[in-house]
Nanobody, 125 residues
Framework: QVQLVESGGGLVQAGGSLRISCAAS????????MVWFRQAPGKEREFVAA????????FYEDSVKGRFTVSRDNVVNTVYLQMNSLKPEDTAVYYC??????????????????WGQGTQVTVSS
Protein backbone atom coordinates (compact mmCIF):
# COMPACT_ATOMS: atom_id res chain seq x y z
CA GLN A 1 0.00 0.00 0.00
CA VAL A 2 1.10 3.54 -0.70
CA GLN A 3 2.20 5.32 2.43
CA LEU A 4 3.17 8.95 2.99
CA VAL A 5 4.61 9.92 6.36
CA GLU A 6 5.19 13.54 7.31
CA SER A 7 7.60 14.61 10.00
CA GLY A 8 9.40 17.67 11.31
CA GLY A 9 6.56 19.82 12.54
CA GLY A 10 6.75 21.73 15.77
CA LEU A 11 6.43 25.05 17.56
CA VAL A 12 8.43 28.04 16.36
CA GLN A 13 8.31 31.77 16.92
CA ALA A 14 7.36 34.17 14.18
CA GLY A 15 10.30 34.78 11.89
CA GLY A 16 11.76 31.37 12.55
CA SER A 17 12.34 28.43 10.25
CA LEU A 18 11.29 24.84 10.05
CA ARG A 19 11.79 22.01 7.58
CA ILE A 20 9.18 19.32 7.25
CA SER A 21 9.57 16.07 5.34
CA CYS A 22 7.35 13.52 3.66
CA ALA A 23 8.70 10.03 3.13
CA ALA A 24 6.90 7.97 0.49
CA SER A 25 6.73 4.24 -0.04
CA UNK A 26 4.71 1.83 -2.15
CA UNK A 27 4.91 3.90 -5.33
CA UNK A 28 7.36 4.75 -8.06
CA UNK A 29 8.21 8.04 -6.41
CA UNK A 30 9.91 9.70 -9.37
CA UNK A 31 6.73 9.30 -11.45
CA UNK A 32 4.56 11.20 -8.97
CA UNK A 33 4.06 14.89 -8.53
CA MET A 34 4.27 15.72 -4.85
CA VAL A 35 2.31 18.45 -3.14
CA TRP A 36 2.00 20.10 0.24
CA PHE A 37 -1.37 21.24 1.54
CA ARG A 38 -2.20 22.78 4.88
CA GLN A 39 -5.32 23.13 6.96
CA ALA A 40 -5.71 25.64 9.74
CA PRO A 41 -8.45 25.43 12.37
CA GLY A 42 -11.78 26.47 10.91
CA LYS A 43 -10.40 26.78 7.39
CA GLU A 44 -10.47 24.71 4.23
CA ARG A 45 -7.50 22.70 3.12
CA GLU A 46 -5.19 24.98 1.15
CA PHE A 47 -2.59 24.34 -1.52
CA VAL A 48 0.88 25.38 -0.39
CA ALA A 49 3.50 24.06 -2.78
CA ALA A 50 4.08 21.39 -5.40
CA UNK A 51 6.98 19.81 -7.18
CA UNK A 52 6.38 17.97 -10.42
CA UNK A 53 7.44 14.54 -11.50
CA UNK A 54 10.02 14.50 -14.27
CA UNK A 55 11.86 17.80 -14.19
CA UNK A 56 10.88 18.64 -10.61
CA UNK A 57 9.56 22.15 -11.26
CA UNK A 58 8.35 23.90 -8.09
CA PHE A 59 5.10 25.80 -7.67
CA TYR A 60 3.92 27.89 -4.74
CA GLU A 61 0.83 29.53 -3.36
CA ASP A 62 1.31 33.28 -3.48
CA SER A 63 1.38 33.79 0.28
CA VAL A 64 4.46 31.60 0.71
CA LYS A 65 6.49 32.64 -2.32
CA GLY A 66 9.93 33.80 -1.30
CA ARG A 67 9.62 32.17 2.11
CA PHE A 68 9.07 28.47 1.41
CA THR A 69 11.09 26.12 -0.77
CA VAL A 70 9.89 22.71 -1.90
CA SER A 71 12.38 20.09 -3.00
CA ARG A 72 12.53 16.35 -3.55
CA ASP A 73 15.08 13.59 -3.33
CA ASN A 74 14.18 10.73 -5.63
CA VAL A 75 16.93 8.55 -4.19
CA VAL A 76 15.36 8.42 -0.74
CA ASN A 77 11.76 9.00 -1.91
CA THR A 78 11.27 12.12 0.15
CA VAL A 79 9.82 15.55 -0.48
CA TYR A 80 10.74 18.50 1.73
CA LEU A 81 9.29 21.87 2.56
CA GLN A 82 11.74 24.40 3.94
CA MET A 83 9.78 27.15 5.66
CA ASN A 84 11.51 30.42 6.48
CA SER A 85 10.24 33.72 7.87
CA LEU A 86 7.30 31.92 9.39
CA LYS A 87 4.20 33.87 10.32
CA PRO A 88 1.41 33.04 12.74
CA GLU A 89 -0.84 32.70 9.70
CA ASP A 90 1.25 29.69 8.66
CA THR A 91 -0.01 27.73 11.65
CA ALA A 92 -1.73 24.62 10.34
CA VAL A 93 -1.52 20.90 9.92
CA TYR A 94 0.64 20.33 6.87
CA TYR A 95 -0.21 17.37 4.65
CA CYS A 96 1.78 15.68 1.94
CA UNK A 97 -0.05 14.30 -1.10
CA UNK A 98 0.90 12.42 -4.25
CA UNK A 99 -0.61 12.47 -7.72
CA UNK A 100 0.33 10.14 -10.54
CA UNK A 101 1.87 8.23 -12.04
CA UNK A 102 2.99 10.69 -14.68
CA UNK A 103 0.46 13.35 -13.80
CA UNK A 104 0.96 17.02 -13.21
CA UNK A 105 0.12 18.49 -9.85
CA UNK A 106 -3.26 19.97 -9.07
CA UNK A 107 -4.26 22.73 -6.67
CA UNK A 108 -7.43 20.82 -5.83
CA UNK A 109 -7.10 18.53 -2.85
CA UNK A 110 -9.90 16.33 -4.19
CA UNK A 111 -7.71 15.24 -7.09
CA UNK A 112 -5.14 13.48 -4.93
CA UNK A 113 -5.40 9.81 -4.12
CA UNK A 114 -2.67 9.49 -1.51
CA TRP A 115 -2.25 11.51 1.66
CA GLY A 116 -0.12 11.48 4.73
CA GLN A 117 -1.37 11.87 8.28
CA GLY A 118 -0.12 15.42 8.60
CA THR A 119 2.34 17.23 10.82
CA GLN A 120 1.44 20.18 13.04
CA VAL A 121 3.24 23.47 12.51
CA THR A 122 2.54 26.15 15.10
CA VAL A 123 3.96 29.65 14.78
CA SER A 124 3.68 31.83 17.85
CA SER A 125 3.78 35.61 17.92
Amino acid sequence: QVQLVESGGGLVQAGGSLRISCAASGLTFSYYSMVWFRQAPGKEREFVAAITWGDGSPFYEDSVKGRFTVSRDNVVNTVYLQMNSLKPEDTAVYYCAARGPRKLHSRKSQEYDYWGQGTQVTVSS
